[in-house]
């Protein structure tokens, strides 16, 4: 499954789609990533159908963001909305991969695209909203996909870094002053 994902290998598609099952636990993962590398939208139902059945939910999430369908985005939204942190992160991440290879369509979808925004925003400006900086970096990067100007405050505001930047997640701390000791 490897070897055909890195080969892009679309003739295979339909083989592996059958190998997407409970029972093949182990190698589904190597499948499903196998699946989004290949980026055949003839997957999507058998990805799909294993989201829905909460199977390797972070690995198909992942997928079908590489794939990239507009279409799939109201399969990611549960989890953007309701999952849990890793599938938060993934699903969001997802759907940043889904609106980059869609720029103009995204644009364009209306009242969808302006509720995907407010949702979006509405975790950002929560302080209390339990989300990573990954997570939160990603939505940024899916709202500047969707065409919503993002301002220089905003953005830090939403990273949570202070207006001077002292307190960026993205700052390496330094290094504590050792103490040199006399004998």
């Known amino acids: 499954a490897r070897l055909l994902g890195f080969g892009r290998a679309t003739f295979a598609v339909p083989a592996?789609?059958?190998?997407?099952?409970?029972?093949?636990?182990y190698e589904s993962r190597w499948v499903i990533w196998a699946l989004g590398e290949i980026g055949d939208a003839r997957a999507l139902p058998a990805l799909e159908i294993a989201l829905a059945n909460a199977f390797r939910v972070v690995d198909c999430l992942i997928a079908i963001g590489k794939i990239g369908r507009l279409t799939s985005i109201p399969k990611l939204t549960p989890h953007i909305v309701g999952?849990?942190?890793?599938?938060?992160?993934?699903?969001?991440?997802?759907?940043?991969?889904?609106?980059?290879?869609?720029?103009?369509?995204a644009r364009v979808m209306g009242a969808i695209r302006d509720q995907?925004?407010?949702?979006?925003?509405?975790?950002?400006?929560?302080?209390?909203?339990?989300?990573?900086?990954?997570?939160?970096?990603?939505?940024?990067?899916?709202?500047?996909?969707?065409?919503?100007?993002?301002?220089?405050a905003r953005?830090?505001?939403?990273?949570?870094?202070?207006?001077?930047?002292?307190?960026?997640p993205f700052a390496r701390a330094a290094p504590a002053p050792t103490k040199k000791t006399s004998r």
Do not use: W
């Open 16 to 25: 592996l789609m059958g190998l997407v099952s409970p029972e093949r636990f």
């Open 83 to 105: 999952g849990f942190a890793e599938q938060k992160d993934a699903a969001v991440r997802a759907l940043a991969m889904i609106l980059d290879q869609n720029r103009d369509g």
């Open 116 to 152: 995907l925004a407010g949702l979006l925003e509405r975790d950002l400006a929560n302080p209390q909203a339990a989300i990573s900086t990954s997570i939160r970096f990603h939505m940024l990067l899916c709202l500047a996909r969707l065409g919503v100007h993002l301002d220089a």
């Open 155 to 168: 953005v830090k505001k939403y990273l949570g870094v202070a207006p001077d930047g002292r307190e960026s």
